[in-house]
């Protein structure tokens, strides 16, 4: 097996876990950044990340990292990190296609001695199970003879400028006592939190999917009860302040689930589960909950225009929000989407303002984006569905002069308060 001495990194995946990484080890190792999207590698090349995770500071600052997609620079490299995105497909099943591609091509220039880590989200036993045969037979190397793997989840949270990559505990884990020790000890150089060996590769990866399958739980739970709440005419706010009082009872408010990690995560749990004969209904329960939030943020606001007999047919809807979390540039499974195909389904116009999101992303998500200096009292309603801190700023006397007078204003985020507002989750 390789030596620290002379480790050479390739990070596979230049995205918000990927590019972050990659810088971070550059500061001990040569790294080599590799990316199928050439405009991601010209754009870094030129010290610009427009995911906003890294600054151009950051990226000029680090002189032993090599942008490329040439997959053939992979030959030079002996330990490699796989950080691809693992989705789902239509039917709510794991898409093995990203990590299945990205294995494949390291198994092309795998060496004997070599450490594959893979990042990525995925069910327990996908690494050992599903990837190394395939690495075996592109490779022709045996594993744990010839080649070894690991297991490190990524944690990063995108937009979180205050949980950084260094600043959260990181799991390792590895497929022998030796490698485990030796990722472990590659990961603390990077890690001030420090790391968390885990005893093996399936408890590393179930240690993962289940962060964000607790967090989908509770979340549905919230969400569950604000519904509740709401037909009973009571203010969720007020009860959770209330009940938080309790020192255990855990904070959670509700809100739309959607992203790369908590609206998918728990997919590949339950797709596992399923293989095995389980039917994991508690899980699929809170899923099922979680993904109907858009539709029903919308039915609500459409309800409520009806009983102050408002043409719903034509009227004019601006959702203020786009991303699917506050602060950040990412869309993926947002369900801000819900939400407008629910309501354009209702024959409303909808527009979208979200100073993150540029026009290209707008129009391949066929959206309307707007700038809203151009739209003074044309709204007859306005859903605020991130809580980006541009909207923050503007305060409400600002969002509601986007709208005509008596428009509603359908707070999902809580920005404002209750008595300001005409509906809120």
Same mark, same amino acid.
């Given at each position: 097996?390789?030596d ?24 001990f190792?040569?790294?080599?950044g ?8 010209n ?7 427009n995911s ?5 500071v ?13 997959e053939?620079?992979?030959l ?9 995105p693992?989705p ?8 093995l ?5 990205a294995?494949?091509?390291v ?13 990525s ?7 050992e ?12 190397l045996?594993f744990n ?8 989840p ?16 990181k ?5 022998t006592?030796r490698?485990?020790y030796f990722?472990?000890s590659?990961y603390?150089?990077i890690?001030?939190a420090?790391t ?11 240690a !993962?999917?289940?962060e *964000? &399958?607790?967090?989908? +739980?509770?979340? =549905?739970?919230?969400?569950e009860?604000? $519904?509740? #709440?709401? !037909?009973?005419?009571? *203010? &969720?706010e007020?009860? +959770?302040?209330? =009940?938080n009082?309790?020192?255990?009872? $855990?904070k #959670?408010?509700?809100?739309l689930v ?17 293989d ?18 858009g ?9 409520a225009?009806?009983?102050?007999n ?9 959702i203020?929000?786009g991303?699917?979390k506050?602060?950040c540039?990412?869309?993926r ?8 195909k629910?309501?354009e389904?209702a024959a409303c116009?909808?527009?979208v ?8 992303i ?12 151009t739209?003074?009292s ?8 991130v ?13 509601r ?11 999902l ?7 300001e ?5």
């Amino acid at each position: 097996m390789i030596d620290e001495l002379n480790v050479k990194i390739a990070v596979l995946g230049l995205g918000y876990v990927g590019l972050p990484l990659a810088l971070a080890f550059s500061k001990f190792y040569d790294v080599i950044g590799f990316d199928l999207n050439q405009n991601r590698i010209n754009e870094l090349k030129n010290n610009l990340d427009n995911s906003g995770e890294c600054s151009e500071v950051d990226l000029m600052k680090c002189e032993h990292i090599a942008y490329t997609s040439d997959e053939a620079e992979l030959l030079s490299v002996n330990f490699y990190i796989i950080c691809v995105p693992t989705p789902i497909d239509e039917n709510k099943n794991p898409d093995l296609k990203p990590i299945t591609l990205a294995t494949r091509m390291v198994g092309k220039y795998l060496g004997k001695g070599d450490v594959v880590v893979y990042e990525s989200t995925v069910y327990p036993g996908l690494t050992e199970e599903y990837c190394m045969p395939i690495l075996e037979k592109v490779s022709g190397l045996v594993f744990n003879t010839d080649f070894f793997c690991g297991y490190s989840p990524e944690r990063i949270n995108p937009g979180d400028k205050v949980h950084s990559l260094k600043d959260i505990v990181k799991i390792t884990s590895g497929s022998t006592r030796r490698v485990a020790y030796f990722i472990d000890s590659l990961y603390q150089k990077i890690i001030k939190a420090g790391t968390h060996l885990a005893p093996s590769i399936k408890v590393a990866e179930a240690a !993962k999917v289940i962060e *964000n &399958t607790q967090r989908d +739980l509770n979340i =549905a739970l919230i969400n569950e009860l604000s $519904i509740i #709440f709401n !037909k009973l005419e009571i *203010n &969720t706010e007020d009860v +959770l302040k209330a =009940a938080n009082t309790k020192w255990n009872f $855990i904070k #959670f408010t509700p809100g739309l689930v959607g992203g790369h990690c908590i609206g998918v995560d728990p997919y590949y749990l339950t797709s596992k589960a399923t293989d095995v004969g389980y039917n994991p209904a508690i899980i699929l329960a809170g899923r099922k909950l979680n993904d109907g939030m858009g539709a029903y943020v919308a039915r609500t606001l459409l309800d409520a225009m009806k009983t102050r007999n408002s043409p719903v047919e034509g009227s004019r809807v601006l959702i203020l929000g786009g991303t699917f979390k506050e602060n950040c540039s990412d869309i993926r499974n947002t369900k801000v989407t819900d939400i407008i195909k629910e309501l354009e389904y209702a024959a409303c116009e909808v527009d979208v303002y979200d100073p993150y999101i540029d026009t290209a992303i707008a129009q391949y998500m066929h959206w309307s984006l707007i700038n809203v200096d151009t739209k003074k009292s044309y709204y007859d309603a306005i859903i605020i569905a991130v809580a980006h801190e541009e909207f923050k700023k503007m305060g409400l006397e600002k969002v509601r002069a986007l709208g005509k007078e008596g428009a509603l204003i359908y707070d999902l985020k809580w920005i404002f308060q209750q008595s300001e507002t005409d509906l809120r989750l």
